[in-house]
């Protein structure tokens, strides 16, 4: 049988004009010998909202798109529109990725995966660590649930809403346990019983500058990691940087979960040490 060659694919979200994952894709299909083709179809720009993903789905299907990206506001939103979940889109209650196969929608999640994968290769020596995560929507959760998964002691949930991190940790707890996976609501106390501090809220990136945590919680032995990557070098990694923290920048779940969703679209093996390369010159330029 000879394998596909060709693909189309789509990224479906609301202010996406600055999403790195299009040219990500098209750069690593064309190293790969592939006619790969990736689309954003923006909902401030086309006018749609949850309501209308149905239709947006119907017709990405009709024009034969081979796989999707799925971001904000919409990884929840489509599920109840797809016909088969992965176990861990299912556990995570949110969807990044959709393949296109034989008149099916399946979902998928990189999130949780490309950031693992970032994690273990820069952080080899902390997978087992007690970490603090702050931030518990979508990506907290993806974060944490790869935390998780790749063997961490315990993960302390911090939200400014309580709701969100008890919900944040309920999911993960039936998942992993609830010994493993608590909220939590004084950082500093939590910090100080903890190896690492994770952000996994939008604070410190272009137009949202400052810090998820007061800067003097901060200590030399923490290491450090943002999901945040415009920019890749946010308050808070700078100053860890500048305590001699270990630090992981939020290009890595980037690249990563890119990765993975290529994986999934193509059936390829892309080449990591190339797309973050190419993720490289994206941000430098």
Known sequence: MTQQTSFVLGLIGAGISASLTPAMQEREGSACGLNLTYRRIDAGIQRFTSVDLPEVLDWA???GFDGLNITHPFKQAVIPLLDELTDDAHDLGA???????????????????????AFRRVLPE?????????????????????????????????????????????????????ERVEVATDVAAALADAHGLVNA????MLGKEGMPIAADLLRPDLWVSDVVYFPLETELIER?????????????????????????????????????RH???????
């Open 95 to 117: 969807v990044n990725t959709v393949l296109l196969r034989d008149g099916a929608l399946i979902g998928t999640n990189t999130d949780w995966s490309g950031y693992g994968q």
């Open 240 to 276: 860890a940087r500048e305590l001699g923290c270990r630090v992981l920048p939020g290009g890595g779940m980037a690249v990563f979960q890119a990765a993975d969703a290529f994986a999934h679209f193509t059936g390829r093996t892309p080449d990591a040490d190339r797309m973050i």
């Open 61 to 63: 299907a009709r024009l």
């Open 279 to 285: 993720f490289d010159e994206l941000t430098a330029s």
């Open 126 to 178: 902390a997978v087992h660590d007690r970490a603090v995560l702050v931030g518990a929507g979508g990506a907290g959760s993806a974060v944490g649930y790869a935390l998780l998964q790749q063997g961490a002691a315990h993960v302390s949930v911090v939200d400014v809403e309580r709701e969100r991190a008890d919900s944040c940790v309920t999911r993960l707890a039936k998942v992993f346990g609830d």
């Open 201 to 204: 809220t939008p604070i410190g």
